[in-house]
């Protein structure tokens, strides 16, 4: 609990330095100026949005593998930390395009992939609570997650093959690509910064996962003693 | 028994049960016709128009039908347990997998084989010059719906809403199929039709993606 409180603690300065590191120690942009700022947080969040999801994928191959639950909470704990990490990029890319491209959206590969990804992940949550049995859900939502993650790159494909706008890669994008040696720092601070507040998040929403679990198997095994728990109720209110 | 043997069996059963009735082909068919027809107020149906915009009006037809009529897959098992009784059976589930998938596949291309004519006769889309390019298309195009709705109608028939929950997880993992179908089509709609490779190795591609993904996953789809 100390750990976590701590944990919590740093994270929090961390994305309040980052997010002062990104408005005032970054150098401005030479033709985008201020806008292109938010690109600070705009890429980070999508480095650990793609963390999460690849968690999700590795926590389902191991639940169908081993059927153990914790990894089905851990599956559940990254498509959660996932989506919201999706919609912060999905908030934020509209917001810099409005006044770099002149319009909110537009269809291009990486938007629509990741738009489509978003909707994936929506679907795996909306699964999971229209499953009752808590043995199906966690199996049927896993293979849901595998077919789900394997659908990623087809999509990207097929959409890179049809029409892309999206700016090409800054970093590792091939001749003239490259940042300032100080807008890189910055970015890796954020990109920290955002993927320590996802991690904890995800630890979080696991850890819940798993008290979760434990509750619904204590309620099943005080239903099967036949003491129904309505008259525990009962005898501490008397 | 082998399981294509088993399979023949049960896909035999399938399709003995849906001819007795045809209710679920009837009602696809119907449904796709309506979103056709819809489709004409939605924009001017003029020959040009049609070019442009029916590829993706008629896959979007075979999407949206092919979403509703495989819900029923594997629904209509569950009325007597018959899915527990097919599991005890000695044979692999992939054989009671598969032969949903062939029977699915079976009826939406009967679909197909009526609503096609229908939507170029109605949008004037001459189709006749390119048929047999077009059936490649629809079958390749017909293989990804249906394997994954198969699969996805195992999943949402143990869910609650599963008549909205199968379109709802459907649609968007369709999605490369969707853009790859409609590229391939509308290649052959230009005035030296020519159909566009690209798109054709997406939806083989796509194709053999998912169908290996169900072959391996199969075990935990059929299970207890």
Redesign the interface.
């Given at each position: 609990m100390k750990g976590r409180i701590a944990s919590t603690i740093c994270i929090a300065a961390l994305i309040f330095f980052a997010g002062y590191a990104a408005l005032f120690i970054a150098p401005d942009e030479k033709t985008m100026h201020a806008i292109q700022r938010i690109f600070y947080f705009h890429l980070p969040s999508w480095i650990a949005m793609f963390v999460a999801f690849s968690v999700v994928f590795v926590a389902n191959i191991s639940y169908?593998a081993s059927h153990k639950t914790k990894w089905d909470a851990l599956g559940v704990a990254g498509a959660e930390a996932g989506v919201v990490c999706c919609t912060i990029g999905l908030a934020t890319g509209p917001l810099w395009a409005r006044p770099v491209w002149g319009i909110w959206w537009t269809w291009d590969a990486r938007l629509?992939t990741t738009f489509?990804l978003w909707?994936?992940y929506i679907?795996y949550l909306?699964?999971r609570g229209?499953?009752?049995?808590p043995q199906?859900k966690a199996?049927?939502s896993?293979?849901?997650g595998?077919?789900?993650f394997?659908?990623v790159p087809?999509?990207y494909?097929?959409?890179r093959?049809?029409r892309t706008q999206h700016p090409q890669p800054v970093i590792l994008g091939g001749n003239g690509s490259g940042l300032d040696p100080t807008m890189s720092k910055v970015l890796l601070l954020c990109v920290v910064a955002v993927m320590g507040a996802m991690i904890i998040v995800l630890v979080d929403r696991y850890r819940l996962e798993r008290l979760r679990h434990e509750f619904e198997e204590l309620r099943l095994e005080v239903e099967t003693r036949s003491v129904g728990p309505a008259s525990i109720l009962g005898k501490e209110s008397t | 028994m082998t399981t294509t043997r088993a399979a023949a069996i049960l896909l035999a059963k399938e399709l003995r049960l849906e001819f007795r009735t045809r209710e679920l082909l009837s009602a696809t068919v119907v449904f796709a016709l309506v979103i056709v027809v819809l489709f004409s107020f939605a924009f001017e149906p003029t020959a040009a128009e049609s070019r442009r915009y029916g590829p993706g009006l008629l896959w979007i037809a075979f999407l949206f039908a092919g979403s509703l009529m495989l819900t029923p897959s594997f629904a209509r098992e569950q009325g007597n347990d018959t899915l527990d009784a097919l599991r005890m059976a000695p044979i692999s589930p992939f054989a009671i997998l598969f032969s949903k998938m062939v029977a699915n596949f079976i009826f939406m291309s009967l679909v197909e084989v009526v609503l096609v004519p229908v939507f170029s006769v109605l949008y004037n889309v001459p189709f006749s010059g390119v048929a047999g390019r077009l059936i490649l298309v629809l079958v390749l195009g017909t293989i990804g719906l249906t394997v994954t709705g198969t699969v996805f109608s195992a999943i949402s028939s143990h869910a609650r809403m599963r008549e909205l929950l199968l379109p709802l997880l459907l649609l968007p993992i369709l999605t490369p199929l969707l853009i790859g179908a409609v590229e391939a089509t509308a290649s052959l709609l230009v005035d030296q039709p020519a159909l566009d490779l690209t798109w054709v190795a997406v939806l083989a591609g796509f194709d053999i993606v998912f169908l290996t993904a169900s072959w391996l996953l199969c075990d935990y789809l059929i299970e207890e």
């Open positions: 169908l629509t489509i909707l994936l679907s909306l699964l229209l499953l009752d049995d199906k199996t049927l896993a293979v849901f595998i077919f789900a394997l659908d087809l999509v494909v097929s959409n093959l049809w | -």
